[in-house]
């Protein structure tokens, strides 16, 4: 059980339109081998939601009518899903980019053993987490062994091409803080990753995203309970910058859960917050957006839905899926 979290839509924070939209971010479910303290969807490997076959068939009806450009591979371990070399291989068939979201522990997982192959062959982009390059601030986020698992994951991507110049095979690294504090500068952070993971491991990599941990479910939680989730809010909205809302993902992604609804964000997903209604054929609204509408309308313009844990987006050098906004 988590504490339940203060939510309060904000009236002061800057009014968000949509862009053209070029990424669809699928939660293909929940279930994950790890259950990680800042993880914000509460992943686990008892959760049991799934995406079903019906809604990945959509999805590529869907990546077809609105000329997606990447599909953005998420969960819970998104490779658990029983169908995600299928989307992955129609995907790719289309011409579309896509993304796997890594916890590179799920390299060594039974029935997974070709999965790095796999990855390589289709030319997938890997976006790894590893929220430190010492064993054991890594293992007190993520579990006992994940850091050898996560550096021998990353040695295998690494032979297979991942990370290095001219292969065309991108391989970037996700640090989280471990606490309630904003990530550091990211290009420092980079370069202290390279020289440490490249000195002590021989590893190399294209990128690195500094995301700040969202104010939600399990990183919000333990907030509550030590008493700091007042003072992170705090942190966030006294490190907001107006510049960073240019750039925030949600201008041009959708993201869409496990049963095909739509939400500006992930995050606003796991809070149960779907987009504002959509006018399908600009007839009648639909009061809970799903991935069938997007088959007959454009979302540019839309307005987007924000609330306090959007801070977390425009707080400091600013933070998305694809890491700061102001690097």
Known sequence: MHATLPLLEIQGFPAIRRERLTTLQLNLGYKCNQSCVHCHVNAGPNRTEMMDEATIDLVLEVIKARDIETLDLTGGAPELHPSFKRLVREARALGV??????????????????????LAEQGVQ??????????DNVDKQRGAGVFDKSIAGLQRLNALGYGKPGTGLTLNLVYNPQGAVLPPAQAQ?????????????????????????MPIQRFGSMLISKGQFNNYMTLLQQNH???????????????VDWQGHLFDC??????????????????????????????????????IRVADHCYGCTAGAGSSCGGALNA
């Open 97 to 118: 980019q896509v993304i796997d979201r890594c916890n590179l522990t799920i390299l060594f997982e039974p029935g997974h053993e070709d999965l790095a192959d796999f």
């Open 126 to 135: 890997v976006v790894a987490s590893l929220p430190c390059y010492s064993l």
């Open 241 to 255: 910058a107006d510049a960073n809302l240019a750039h925030v993902m949600c201008r041009s992604l959708i993201s």
């Open 266 to 303: 992930d995050f606003n997903q796991q809070l149960e917050l779907p987009m504002p209604p959509m006018q399908v054929l600009d007839i009648s609204p639909v009061h809970r957006p799903h991935l069938r509408d997007l088959l007959f309308k454009n979302p540019l313009g839309a307005a």
């Open 189 to 213: 952070l980079k370069a202290d990753y390279q020289r440490e993971l490249g000195a002590n491991f021989g590893i190399v990599f294209n990128d690195l995203y500094a995301l700040a941990n």
